[in-house]
């Protein structure tokens, strides 16, 4: 049977391709290298589609630099670390570990199955003791630069449960996922990484990162969030102290009407008054349960309450009031600020509410000081009201009040980061543990190197309540002090999942290595990744955390590089069809697909008619495609034609089975051409003197084709992987061939050959096929990516639109190097020129060179 059988084909390639290695790194040296890189996956237990278009994508940029002569480096891992896994174990009874790896085991085979051609030498899993030991030995590099330290920090506290919450279990309510509680936010000694000592650098070397998406790098810079302003002292009335504030405008100086502290800020107690001391205690307590985002949420109203405490602007020597609020942040600048209702737009809403008085001391050029305000003004303007500063602008005022601060002493220039220490201690058991033991005599000890890794206790219990099950573990938990052998205690809290991601990049180019966690001139060479793919949801902390790792380990001596991903592709969504009732609200107005026949889609529980719309494949919304069955019905090839045809891989992608047909069809036409050709044809040795210099025009035509489809879909791939525009090129390629009409010549062997080569790295398992039935004995993925022949590209006839008054009205075929004037005379001695222009007064003559003439006439 001569048919195309994907499956057959599909399994036998892929085991050949494991025999030869094709997929290892080339140990070639005299090769540049080439890192292609996708996000590694969390192993939920079973591929989704956008998995596959994640690696598809990757796959085809590896299988593409391999055949361009680079030493690919094409790794897999897994991100296996984390709750769900913990979960399981609280619902079912299954040791993390166990479900894990057995999920791991699933992905594996579906991943293999997709032909990918990973180098599964390298494959890490983060929860594997031989990972983590390294996690671990990171966490002691930081810790021995200064990079690691405890504080106290608010915790999402179940009550009921007696336990820490993730965000991610902690409802819109705020109501705990598994209790239901009312979660209540509790302060717990924690580890920080300190990240905001590299702020600046994050910061600056974005500008190292122009094979980056600008949105990726604008939402980094965003999340730094770096400003420049002032800081600014007021002294509290009857004390010593001062009140520090951070300001962005201290042009506005002139404009306070009160000082507002964070509820949780230190001097809050020291400025209340006897009177206010109740209401505020009360105050401060209320606003100690409510997360971040309820307290700055825009939409609600700010709360707040005075303390009967004063402070003096130091410019005006104004007693103004001092209050507590709760959109006052105290972990952002210095936890104070001054209010400015005239010119900023919380000041503004907090003022009226609270009746506070609202000076204006910023207006428009020209603008009128005394009309009243509608809003705040935030926009810079020239100062008013403000004393020595009248009449600047803003620009020129926040300079000269900053340095007249400066000058009397009440105030400087700060630069100040949005950025936080990044807090990675989690309550939880299934988490690289972190490696200190707290001594009573010499305080937190790191683990020695030598016992590394701290190993996670596998007799453990998990019932979801009572705090982390480590901490319940006294056998783990109480050892001699590595020091002084005193009876000391582990730390029980493990890291944060995102630790795992920030390096596994690094381990892929040693991922064996027992004694060191990397040979640094095997980072040094493979690294920085030349392609990372992944999804937009990684775009800032994934990457900012990875970069930020990288900065350090650099500054360890530990790698040469300063950033490890040069490029980055975020991929689209892949869209479903997606049924939902209109006239239900929330989750269930989605109606699961497989409940729907889709030519009279019905609620099928009240029977009226369903809209559809396309939406992320999700569970929720019963509207995914299983990658096993589309390549069980079409095979591999087809489903990553389909994903790369159908839309640029960062444009968002609709599943849609028409299409995935119709790739199937495609892909099955190459068949037949190839096959059909293969058969007729005794040597596959191509005369390459013949095919340079072509006799007739029908194989100059077709050897143009050829030429620039290698020209085509090189370009396609190689700068903006618009792989969707290089399969319209194979295709055009294949119709070339099958109307070409000199099926015996050398030209069309090529023809045949190049096509199946340019397929190579999007349908490898048909392509190789292919490529041995035309009498090879190498595989494709061997060959070298074809250059094409400009001389080839030259056309000798081209196709002239001839137009009058810009209608179209013929085209007849002229030499490709006819100048204006001949070609205007082509154009009048033609048919069509003969019929509309004869005896007419031509008054103009536009010429597209290569296109089109179009003649202006008299009427
Ligand atoms: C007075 C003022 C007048 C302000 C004005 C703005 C406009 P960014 O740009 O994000 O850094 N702020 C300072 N610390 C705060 C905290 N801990 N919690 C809540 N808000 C805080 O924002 C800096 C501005 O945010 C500061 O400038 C301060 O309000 C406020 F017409 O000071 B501004
Ligand atoms: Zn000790």
Redesign the pocket.
Known sequence: DSRYNPTSIEEKWQKTWNELGLDKISPDTNKPKYYALSMFPYPSGSLHMGHVRNYTITDVIARLKRMQGYRVLHPMGWDAFGLPAENAAIDRGVPPSKWTYQNIDQMRQQLQRLGLSIDWDCEVATCSPDYYKWTQWIFLQFYQAGLAYQKEAAVNWDPIDQTVLANEQVDSEGRSWRSGAKVERKLLRQWFFKITDYAEELLNDLEKLPGWPERVKLMQANWI?K?T?AYLEFPVVGSSEKIG?????PD?VY?VSYVVL?PEHPLTKLVTTAEQQAAVAAFVKEVSNQSELERTAEDKPKRGIPTGGKAINPFTGEEIPIWIAD??????????????PA??A??FKFAKEQNLPIKVVIVPEGGDASAPLEA?Y?EPGVLVNSSQFDGMNSTDGKKAIVEYAEKQGFGKERV?Y?LRDWLISRQRYWGAPIPIIHCPDCGAVPVPVQDLPVKLPEDVEFTGRGGSPLAKLSSWVNVPCPNCGTPAKRETDTMDTFIDSSWYFLRFTDAKNEHQVFDSAKVNDLMPVDQYVGGIEHAILHLLYSRFFTKVLRDRGLLNFDEPFQRLLTQGMVQGLTYFNPNKGGKDKWVPSHLVDPNDPRDPQTGEPLQRIYATMSKSKGNGVAPEDVINKYGVDTARMFILFKAPPEKDLEWDEADVEGQFRFLNRVWRLVTEFAKNQSSPKIDQSKIQNPKSKIEKDLRRAIHTAIKEVSEDVEDEYQFNTAISELMKLSNALTDANCKDSPVYAEGIETLVVLLAPFAPHIADELWHLLGNTNSVHTQTWPQYDSAALIADEINLVIQIMGKTRGAIPVPAQADKAELEKYALESEVGKRYLEGKEIKKVIVVPGKLINFVIGQ
Request: net charge neutral.
């Open positions: 969030g400003s302003g504030v951070y300001t962005t405008r506005t404009g964070a959109y006052v942040l105290y972990e952002y600048g210095t936890g104070a600020v001054m209010g400015v010119h900023d919380r000041d705040a935030t100040q949005r």
